[in-house]
């Protein structure tokens, strides 16, 4: 079992950061993890994961070159760092456990067993 809580969200203007945090009890470190966001009235969709590790991250298009995700094994967290943040960014973000290794369809929802119960981010233009 994992119990995972996100902290970080909040309301930042175009152009601006923000650095999303994600908790992790119980088992962490050997596990795929991975953010997800849902924007009002539209599918859960794939923002960003990392392998156990630390070394390999795979990111959505419309996210790329902007957010960072990293991890610390230590302290059982996982981050999501957002520059250059967009109205298009806005949604309810959460993190994600996944399998013990990248498998096919990284990036969909149903590959993570365990997720958090989000944090809001408002995004004004």
């Known amino acids: 079992q994992v119990q995972l809580v996100e902290s970080g969200g909040g309301l930042v203007q175009a152009g601006g950061s923000l650095r999303l945090s994600c908790a992790a009890s119980g088992s962490f470190s050997g596990y795929v993890m991975g953010w997800f966001r849902q924007a009002p009235g539209k599918e859960r969709e794939f923002v960003a994961a990392?392998?156990?590790?630390?070394?390999?991250?795979y990111y959505a298009d419309s996210v790329k070159g902007r957010f960072t995700i990293s991890r610390d094994n230590a302290k059982r967290t996982v981050y999501l760092q957002m520059n250059s943040l967009k109205p298009d960014d806005t949604a309810v973000y959460s993190c994600a456990r996944g399998p013990m290794y990248f498998v096919a369809n990284y990036y969909e929802p149903a590959r993570y067993p365990a997720w958090g119960q989000g944090t809001q981010v408002t995004v004004s233009s």
């Open positions: 990392i392998g156990s590790g630390g070394i390999s991250t």
